[in-house]
């Protein structure tokens, strides 16, 4: 992701990066690559969803590879800041509710992960006037949980794996959505109280 920094545009050079760089190619590449998800595993058959899955994969794959480039080559846009958790929410969101609508994935869990996450990213874009919330430690921690879980209850497993191993990697699955839901409700809390500070110490200053 490139949207945890806290620099500002070009702080790593002396002018602002391009607009066209491989970060934010990735970014865009993440977005085409959601609808082509959905429609693949609105389809019939364990192909299509295998198929979907390792498109599944390869997004998030790029989610992390874009933040990477960003940081360690000085490309942080505001486009950059602006679309790459668009990109992120809409995959996972759409990977939720999608396994909520075959009925793998109970909805008041989707409905949790949903709010909080659409309700924190609200929230963050707000509070870019006063300052840059970056992702904690335990933001990635639920990402790499949700992920994972994702990916378990994506992949029609059964459909090149014995029986008994395809139960235990959706049991795993479930017990990765489990921790990702946990992580997820708390972060969030921490992301509140966060913002709560900011806005204190702010208006505290323009008061002082």
């Known amino acids: 992701m490139n949207t945890t920094p806290s620099e500002p545009d070009g702080a790593q050079g002396t002018s602002a990066p391009p607009l066209l760089n491989i970060a934010n190619a990735l970014t865009v590449l993440r977005l085409i690559l959601v609808p082509v998800f ?46 790459d958790p668009i990109a992120d929410k809409a995959l996972t969101l759409s990977a939720f509710i999608l396994l909520s609508v075959a009925g793998r994935l109970w909805w008041w869990v989707t409905i949790i992960i949903i709010v909080r996450e659409l309700g924190i990213t609200l929230m963050r874009f707000m509070m870019l006037r006063r300052a840059v919330m970056a ?27 014995p029986g008994w191993l395809a139960t235990a990697l959706t ?38």
């Not at 990635?140 to 794996?161: C, E, N, R, S």
């Not at 946990?182 to 204190?200: E, L, M, P, S």
């Open 38 to 83: 959905v429609w693949l595993m609105l389809q019939p058959g364990d192909v299509l969803r295998m198929i979907a899955t390792v498109v599944f994969i390869v997004a998030a794959v790029t989610d992390k590879l874009d933040g990477q480039l960003a940081r360690s080559r000085g490309l942080i846009t505001s486009f950059g800041k602006i679309a």
């Open 135 to 161: 992702a904690s430690r335990g933001g990635k921690l639920k990402t790499t949980l949700q992920m994972t879980g994702l990916i378990g209850l994506l992949a029609p497993w059964t459909m090149f794996l």
């Open 171 to 208: 049991v795993a699955a479930y017990v990765a959505i489990g921790a990702a839901l946990v992580v997820t409700v708390i972060t969030g809390v921490d992301y509140v109280a966060q913002a709560i500070k900011i806005a204190r110490g702010t208006a505290e200053e323009r008061t002082a």
